[in-house]
């Protein structure tokens, strides 16, 4: 008579975050184009025209219920045709979790404001707005947060001069401040920082004196 053995099958754990992106997505059908988990973190990928479903069924859901709103941000991509991230934080103290949804868009595509359900996002849909160039369609009151009025340009897109295009000072004959054009000092000099001892793939300036 000879023993058998049983073999049991190892149980496989879903992490508790890929079980809500799943739900996120099987809930908001074409809402969500997709969900990923990375490095702790959830992250929904959602369509743009869909953004106040999305951010409604978070907060209200009983299975996520992200009561609590962080920021609004963005990401510049030039290379894209819809070139910016718009990405919202949101925090669940309920499941003491943290999720991330984004949206693409361009200059000329507003994103609808989510103030309506986050009276928070008011201030960080309009420095998104300021430093990007981001449009929020249904904003009480999208202008400028962080640059002057006057300011010329988003200064975090990448195509924004490093100079900026005028530079400010306050003018003690004028008793007001002034917008002149940049003027440099010294043209700008580009570093590569690579090591010496190392080895670079061109002459290092004094080593063309150097004997072989």
């Known amino acids: 008579m000879t023993d058998t053995v049983e073999t049991v099958e190892p149980v496989i754990q879903v992490h508790p975050l890929v079980a809500l992106g799943e739900h996120i997505a099987a809930s908001l059908g074409e809402a969500v184009t997709g969900f990923e ?5 959830l992250t929904i990928n ?10 409604a069924f978070l907060r209200d859901d009983a299975k996520c219920r992200f009561i609590s709103f962080v ?49 928070g996002a008011d201030w960080f849909e309009r420095e998104t707005y300021d430093l990007y160039g981001v449009l929020f369609s249904g904003h009480p009151d999208l202008r400028r947060i962080l640059t002057d009025y006057g300011f010329d340009g988003h200064p975090l897109r990448k195509d924004f001069p490093l100079t900026g295009f005028v530079e400010v000072r306050y003018d003690e004959e004028r008793r007001r ?9 010294q043209e700008f000099r580009s570093f590569d920082y690579l090591s010496p001892w190392e080895g670079t793939d061109y002459v290092l300036p004094g080593d063309e004196k150097a004997k072989n």
């Open 46 to 55: 959602a369509q743009r025209e869909s953004i106040l479903e999305v951010v």
């Open 37 to 41: 988990f990375a490095y702790g973190d």
């Open 177 to 185: 401040v002034v917008y002149e054009p940049v003027a440099l000092a």
């Open 71 to 119: 920021d609004v941000c963005g990401a510049d991509y030039p290379e894209r045709e819809f070139r910016f991230d718009v990405i919202y934080h949101l925090l669940s103290p309920h499941l003491n979790h943290r999720v991330r949804v984004k949206i693409q868009t361009n200059e000329a595509t507003a994103v609808p404001s989510i103030t309506s359900i986050f009276a």
